[in-house]
């Protein structure tokens, strides 16, 4: 290598437009070469001065090019670099001018010339063209001063960073100017040299390495732009906000538009607070109410290198002046490391990040690289920055300095990392020099990483190789010797990189892998996660354990059944989440929670709203005892009784019905979706909740309902459960079918309480309220519907019936599919007397001899009607499609009504058993028997899954492939297609044989 790199020679000869007394500044920069890339061969560089020398002619300056410097720079550039052989060949005499000139003259002349021309151009295509021709001239002689060995790195960067302050300067100039003669913007007395700019409000911050002097060779620039409106002079009509983003969208297209000329510099205004939902200029008053808000931890150290470029100056420098107790924080805030941190190690470990190479490595982003020197320093300026004011250099090197002085990093350290530093931007700047691309990355191909260690002045890629690498582990040990501490946030295969508005590409990839299928949109949801879209992140907290979590949280919805549907149902569960903060803590604790979690969300909407809205139900998933066992009838009386006894009105109880409803039902759910009971015992479960809860509201009820009206003397109600209730076979989603009977004394006719009431009317009353007390919404939400239409009469009956007319109306004027029905009933509540008297009058009825051609026609006809009216072919239609459930409940309904005169055992309310006490009777073939039971077992597993899992109806065409496998484990088959098949076949078994009990 021809050239070393001496750290106490960074210095910048550079700083706010003035250059430094160095004494060989006036001389030439031919004159100046020390250094050079090395060209293909001593024939071929002649041979490449020779094709100048045709190209200029007679032109005086013409013997520069035969000095040996020159000669070898000249050849090394156009050996390693299409982009600078371009523009030397472009202008032959340009590259003359520049190498006979002192640069740090010509780039101050060049600088005052283009404020001179912007000040003079007509139009906008004129200025577009002032400023291409500036940076491209600019450009070369920059390569040519960093090439040569002429500028050390620091003074390159800080030399890219002038310019790019230059251009936006005169763009901004010249737009004012513009305002100002079509009478938009009106000057006053203060604008000073036509910069009718200076006391706008509106003004320009550089982020980023342009903001701290630092800009690499082809970066982009990094802006925000802000503005006052209180200080806008605009024409009457015209608004602040309309006007200044219309003229930050025309300086963005000065800057960044490709022309035959070029382009000045690519230019991203995304890192403004929340750029997807804010204009691209913002004003000062909306910032700072973002920032101290929602702004972030890498906000904050983005913060940190932002300077005042263009515009009006005193303005930012007001604004920066507030915003400077969002950066620095007067506690040592350890809290950011955990940000700051996060970025980088997420950063390293994908597509060889996680480990030091050279072909193919990110010298800026992969490990042991320029991000991670950078971070070394930002992230002890936020810890202490707040009380030591003099740690808050926007720059690198300075930084690091002024933290050897405060005691926070050793100078052996800082020597390292400085000397570290200086080389990799050098390099950097050859990596970009090649065909001025945005790139950190090393070749991969042998061939073009040899050519570019020739022209980063090694003999070959092997000697590049070895001293990258000894700064590389240099840095890589500092940096983790500084982090060694911190908790593990990465995962394995996880890059994830969520700031700025442009996907990362390797965040991508790396998602991607993970198994989401739309790494863009998962992206996204982070991103606004970040940004405090929702009321749950909205807290600096909150987002501080979001970043500690975030990780493995998104590794634990990666390994979900359905990942994209695990991070879209999680998003939705945090929407709801009034508060994030316990929520991150917890799931920081409880790395199964978070699993947990994820597979809630991703797979169960139903629980995840109940998650969202009940804070408690994360501690009872927590408590392996409440998640390990069902528990049992007398245990949910107990909690239901417990929640109950300590409300203090007749609303608050019904509250309270409905935390512990919802509560014990999501944890019934739970245990359904993670296997830990299967779908026989899930229906059980939710009825014995159900009934509870309805037999202690009963008892609520009464009671207020008695303050007003009083009793009715010797009189009782029972609540009759129908249905799936009955059955107990109720899922996430079932209603209640209830039918309320009562029975008074004959001699009673009114109630006695202060506003009495007639016995029917009474008990009509008591049930509405009962059925509210049930159904209706409070602040704590639903919890039950209601459905009364199996009441003897249906909807023409009252809504209360009379125990004598109960019985009578079943023994003289039901029809059959009501005894169907009858078959499900089951008393959950009232006195002992009424109850026993209800079960004999259903008993009475069901037991009664008839003729069984009788039953099979009402049975087949009420099949048909229901199949007209909603009958379906589809399979998934478990409920309807021929074969399903209506078809195995009402053959064991036909079999039941036909034998239980003479076989009164085989009635039982659950359809299950009683299929099995009609087989263990023989009154069924054993065979047909097993087949409904099958299929009566395989259909409610399905439910269950249904029911839990989604609101509408199942298409497996569009249905995520995370329900499918749910519903595969559910039905016991290897894959969703097994399923498919498996269930086709049952159905059709289960039809044959309802088929064969109805002939």
């Known amino acids: 290598m021809s050239r070393k790199i001496d750290n106490n020679q960074d210095m910048p000869l550079w700083n706010s437009g003035s250059f430094n007394n160095d004494p060989r500044q006036e001389e030439a920069l031919c004159l100046r070469l020390t250094a050079g890339p090395l060209g293909r061969d001593e024939a071929w560089d002649r041979d490449t001065i020779d094709e100048l020398l045709k190209s200029v002619g007679m032109d005086d300056r013409a013997q520069i090019l035969a000095d040996p410097a020159v000669v070898k720079l000249l050849g090394g550039i156009f050996a390693g670099s299409t982009y600078l052989s371009g523009l030397i060949r472009r202008d032959p005499f340009r590259l003359l001018t520049l190498l006979a000139s002192s640069p740090e003259e010509h780039l101050k002349a060049m600088c005052i010339a283009l404020d001179d021309e ?95 002097f630092e800009l690499n060779y082809s970066s982009d620039i990094d802006l925000i732009v802000f503005y006052d409106p209180s200080k806008a002079r605009l024409r009457e009509g015209v608004e602040p906000q309309q006007f200044f983003v219309k003229l930050t969208q025309q300086f963005h297209r000065f800057m960044n538009e490709r022309t035959a000329d070029g382009y000045v510099f690519r230019t991203d205004l995304r890192l403004r607070p929340d750029p997807g939902a804010t204009q691209v200029a913002m004003s000062t008053a909306a910032a700072l109410y973002y920032y101290e808000a929602f702004g972030q931890n890498w906000e904050r150290a983005a913060m940190i290198k932002a300077r005042a470029i263009a515009g009006d100056m005193a303005s930012a420098e007001t604004f920066l002046g507030e915003l400077q107790p969002f950066i620095w924080r007067k506690y040592l805030d350890y809290a950011a490391i955990d940000d700051i941190h996060a970025m980088k190690r997420q950063i390293n470990v994908h597509r060889g990040f996680g480990q030091i190479a050279v072909a ?204 994209d549907a695990a991070i879209a149902g999680f998003d939705r569960f945090l929407s709801n989440l009034p508060s994030g903060i316990q929520l991150f803590a917890l799931l920081n604790a409880n790395p199964d929670l978070m699993h947990l979690v994820a597979q809630i969300t991703g797979s169960a909407p139903r629980l995840a709203k109940i998650l969202s809205a009940r804070r408690r139900v994360m501690d009872a998933v927590l408590d392996p005892g409440i998640m390990g066992v069902v528990p049992s009838e007398g245990e949910v009386a107990a909690m239901v009784a417990e929640e109950l006894r300590t409300s203090d009105s007749f609303e608050d109880a019904l509250d309270r019905a409905r935390i512990i409803g919802g509560e014990q039902s999501f944890l019934i759910g739970v245990r359904l979706l993670t296997g830990l009971i299967g779908a026989e015992h899930a229906g059980g479960a939710y009825a014995l909740l159900a009934e509870e809860v309805i037999r202690q509201l009963q008892a609520v009820v009464e009671q207020d309902f008695q303050t007003r009206h009083g009793v009715v003397p010797g009189g009782s109600a029972a609540v009759l459960a129908m249905g799936k209730l009955g059955g107990r076979e109720m899922t996430a989603a079932s209603d209640l079918d209830l039918i309320l009977v009562y029975d008074v004394p004959a001699e009673a006719t009114l109630s006695d309480g202060r506003k009495p009431l007639a016995i029917s009317q009474y008990f009509a009353r008591f049930t509405q309220r009962m059925i509210s007390a049930l159904s209706a919404p409070t602040s704590e939400g639903l919890l039950y519907d209601v459905d009364m239409r199996l009441r003897p009469s249906g909807h023409q009956g ?202």
Not at 515 to 533: C, E, K, L, T
Not at 879 to 889: P, S, W
């Open 118 to 212: 912007a000040r003079a151009a007509t139009d906008a295509n004129d200025l577009m063209s002032i400023l291409r021709c500036f940076k491209t001239k600019a450009a070369l002689l920059i390569a040519l001063a960093d090439l040569g060995g002429v500028w050390p790195i620091v003074t390159v960067t800080h030399a890219l960073s002038k310019v790019a302050d230059v251009t936006v300067n005169a763009a901004v100039g010249f737009l004012f100017r513009q305002a100002t003669i079509n009478g938009d913007w009106c000057a006053d007395d203060t604008s000073e040299a036509d910069q009718f700019e200076k006391n706008s409000g509106y003004f320009v911050l550089a982020m980023g390495k342009h903001g701290s």
């Open 360 to 563: 193919g490595h990110n010298i800026k982003l992969g490990r042991g690289g320029i991000r991670e020197i950078e971070f070394f320093a930002q992230t002890q300026q936020l810890i202490a920055g707040g009380r030591q004011p003099d740690l808050r250099s926007r720059a690198t090197l300075p930084a690091l300095e002024s933290l050897v002085e405060r005691g926070w990093v050793e100078p052996t350290v800082c020597k390292d990392l400085s000397k570290a530093y200086c080389y990799l931007r050098w390099l950097e700047h050859r990596i970009q020099m090649v065909a001025d691309e945005q790139t950190q990355m090393l070749p991969k191909d042998d061939e073009q990483l040899t050519t570019l260690a020739r022209f980063s002045g090694y003999p070959d890629s092997t000697t590049l190789g070895e001293e990258l690498t000894h700064y590389l582990r240099i840095v890589l040990g500092h940096y983790a010797a500084l982090f060694e501490d911190l908790p593990q946030l990465s995962t394995e295969n996880a890059n994830m990189v969520f700031t700025g508005e442009d996907d990362d590409p390797d965040t991508v990839a790396a998602l991607a892998e993970m198994g989401f299928h739309r790494p863009s949109q998962v992206i996204a949801m982070v991103r606004s996660w970040h940004r405090g879209r929702h009321p749950a992140v909205r807290s600096e907290g909150a987002r501080e354990r979001l970043t500690i979590v975030q990780a493995l949280l998104l590794k634990a919805l990666a390994d979900t059944i359905d990942p």
């Open 798 to 999: 009252p809504v209360a019936t009379q125990l004598a007319s109960f019985i009578d109306y079943q023994a003289n004027k039901a029809w059959t599919w009501e005894h169907m029905a009858l078959t499900r009933a089951r008393v959950i509540s009232g006195p002992p007397e009424l109850r026993v008297a209800i079960e004999n009058a259903i008993r009475m009825t069901l037991c009664r001899s008839r003729d069984p051609a009788s039953v099979v026609t009402a049975v087949r006809d009420m099949r048909e009607k229901i199949a007209e009216e909603k009958g379906t072919t589809n399979i998934w239609g478990l409920k309807q499609v021929r074969g399903g459930l209506i078809d195995i409940e009402f053959a064991c309904q036909c079999l039941q009504l036909i034998h239980a005169h003479t076989h009164p055992d085989v009635l039982d309310q659950s359809t299950g058993r009683a299929l099995v006490k009609l087989r263990d009777a023989e009154l069924v073939n054993e065979s047909a028997a097993n087949c409904l039971l099958a299929g009566l077992t395989l259909i409610n597993s399905l439910t269950q899954i249904f029911r839990l899992c989604s609101d509408g109806p199942f298409d497996p065409h569009k249905a995520p492939d995370g329900l499918k496998q749910l519903l595969a484990r559910a039905g016991g088959a290897p894959s969703f297609e097994v399923l498919e098949e498996h269930l086709r076949d049952t159905l059709h078994e289960t039809y044959s044989v309802f088929e064969k009990i109805l002939s």
